[in-house]
C-alpha cells in the first residue's frame, strides 16, 4: 500500500490551497487520517486529523483556516488550507492509521512566499 499525496505548490500569503492522499491498493480498518507537515530543521508536526467517524483535531496555530475532510469509500483525505501564512511553508505529508496499520505518504511541498 501507497499513498499519494498531492496539490502542493508556491501560493502568495492569504492564498489558499487544497491537499489530496489517496492510497494505492486496498487497505482496511484506517481509524484515523491525518497531515502532518515538517518545515527545515524541525520536527514533523502534527496540522490536523480525523477519525473514520469524523471527528476532527487541528494544529491551533491553523485552527480557523484549515479544514480536514475524508472520503471513506475512496480512501482519500483532503486538507483545505485557506488564509496561508509564510509560517505554513512546509513538506506536508498524509498518514493512515489503524490497528497494526501506519502508512504515510511521500510528501508535498507548501511554500508559501511573496
Known amino acids: 500500500v501507497q499513498l499519494q499525496a498531492s496539490g502542493g505548490g508556491l501560493v502568495q500569503p492569504g492564498g489558499s490551497l487544497r491537499l489530496s492522499c489517496a492510497a494505492s491498493?486496498?487497505?482496511?480498518?484506517?481509524?484515523?487520517m491525518g497531515w502532518y507537515r515538517q518545515a527545515p530543521g524541525k520536527q514533523r508536526d502534527l496540522v490536523a486529523s480525523i477519525t473514520n467517524s469524523g471527528s476532527t483535531n487541528y494544529a491551533d496555530s491553523v485552527k480557523g483556516r484549515f479544514t480536514i475532510s475524508r472520503d471513506n469509500a475512496k480512501n482519500m483525505v483532503y486538507l483545505q488550507m485557506n488564509s496561508l501564512k509564510p509560517e505554513d511553508t512546509a513538506v506536508y505529508y498524509c498518514?493512515?492509521?489503524?490497528?497494526?496499520?501506519?502508512?504515510w505518504g511521500q510528501g508535498t511541498q507548501v511554500t508559501v512566499s511573496s
Open positions: 491498493g486496498r487497505i482496511f480498518n484506517i481509524r484515523i
Open positions: 498518514n493512515f492509521w489503524g490497528p497494526g496499520r501506519d502508512y
